[in-house]
Nanobody
Framework: QVQLVESGGRLVQAGDSLRLSCAAS??????????MGWFRQAPGKEREFVIS??????NYADFVKGRFTISRDNVKNTVYLQMNSLKPEDTAVYYC???????????????WGQGTQVTVSS
């Protein structure tokens, strides 16, 4: 069992940077191949894939376009989403997820956090 808790979401202005954190507890996820991903859901829209990482392999959505990066600290059991050049359309609840592949499909992730709100004003 893995518990995930996101933090770091807040109101920012377009062009700003923001780093989200996802703290994992429970089963140590550094001891085996497990993928960590970020998804987001804007009001009235379906949850969409943002980026995922397993080891040094990264999968990301086209709209990331080099603006977002994912990293993990196995000592702190924390995954980070660094977001740069934020746009109003990035406004959404951001969710951290843990699974066993780099999939962009939400259903293939077994564990989810509660989400953290990111709002980008124009």
């Amino acid at each position: 069992q893995v518990q995930l808790v996101e933090s770091g979401g807040r109101l920012v202005q377009a062009g700003d940077s923001l780093r989200l954190s996802c703290a994992a507890s429970g089963q140590t996820f550094s001891s085996y191949a497990i993928a960590m991903g970020w998804f987001r859901q804007a009001p009235g829209k379906e949850r969409e894939f943002v980026i995922s990482r397993s080891g040094t392999s990264v999968n990301y959505a086209d709209f990331v376009k080099g603006r977002f990066t994912i990293s993990r600290d196995n000592v702190k059991n924390t995954v980070y989403l660094q977001m740069n050049s934020l746009k109003p359309e990035d406004t959404a609840v951001y969710y951290c997820a843990a699974g066993y592949s780099l999939s962009s499909i939400a259903g293939e992730y077994k564990y989810w956090g509660q989400g953290t709100q990111v709002t980008v004003s124009s």
